[in-house]
């Protein structure tokens, strides 16, 4: 994961479901990563860990896994995520706020 610095290069956030070539289209122009890609990235984050942290804890109980290191690390892992889509989503919440509370 990377982090992205806030630009005025960042397109606005469109319905993630559409949009997605001209997102992909700005993405070429300015050779920055929309906010939707770095949003939708965290968000893939923390699915892929919570799914290794459900698969470890299954095979933890079946007796398949040896070394609790691993678990632990992808617990870790997994928190890690968690609290970075968490930021993310409050530092959005917060700009969304500030932008509402402008006057014209």
């Known amino acids: 994961m990377y ?11 469109n319905i993630l479901s559409q949009n997605e070539t001209a997102a992909a289209e700005a993405q070429e122009q300015t050779g920055q990563p929309s906010f939707a890609d770095v ?12 799914q290794v942290v459900t698969e470890d804890s299954a095979r933890l109980v079946m007796g398949e896994i040896d070394d609790l290191h691993t678990i632990y ?12 889509f968490v930021a993310v989503r409050d530092a959005c919440q917060q700009s969304y706020d500030q ?6």
């Open 3 to 13: 982090i992205v610095p806030i630009s005025s290069s960042i397109t606005p956030l």
């Open 39 to 50: 949003f939708r990235e965290v968000m893939n984050d923390v699915t892929e860990t919570q």
């Open 73 to 84: 690390n992808n617990l870790t892992k997994a928190q890690i995520a968690v609290e970075t």
């Open 99 to 104: 932008i509402m509370q402008t006057s014209l």
